[in-house]
């Protein structure tokens, strides 16, 4: 179960990273950003295409997308300063809250 997990954690990773490059790229007005950052996502989608050889589909994504919006939130929040308030916050509780229901 560690090979799957790490490649999963990998491609959680390549695209959090993907995506500091985007907002890096001020809307692709700084083009290496840009292109930085689609390259990184088309790596992520690699990397999550080699764990659908250990898990299903649905799990494997739903894993993907919760570290992936708790990663972005926290990039966001500590790289870029941006505060998400109690709103925000309530939704992302309900976005993680239902891919983790979905695992089960």
Same mark, same amino acid.
């Given at each position: 179960? +560690? +090979?799957p ?9 390549? /695209?959090? $990273?993907? *995506? ?8 692709f007005?700084r ?14 989608f690699?990397?999550?295409s080699?764990? @659908?050889?250990?898990m ?6 739903? $894993? ?5 919006v708790?990663?972005?939130? *926290? +990039? /966001? ?6 505060? @998400?308030g ?11 809250a239902? +891919?983790i229901?979905m695992?089960l």
């Open positions: 179960m +560690i +090979i997990m790490s490649l999963l954690a990998g491609s959680v990773s390549l /695209d959090l $990273a993907a *995506l500091y490059c985007i907002k890096r790229s001020n809307g007005k083009l290496a950003w840009g292109m930085g950052g689609m390259l990184l996502i088309i790596l992520a690699v990397l999550l080699f764990v @659908l050889n250990y299903p589909l649905g799990v494997a994504y739903s $894993a993907w997308g919760s570290m992936g708790i990663g972005t939130v *926290l +990039i /966001d929040r500590y790289v870029f300063n941006s505060r @998400l109690t709103q925000g916050i309530i939704g992302v509780c309900c976005i993680v239902g +891919i229901a695992q």
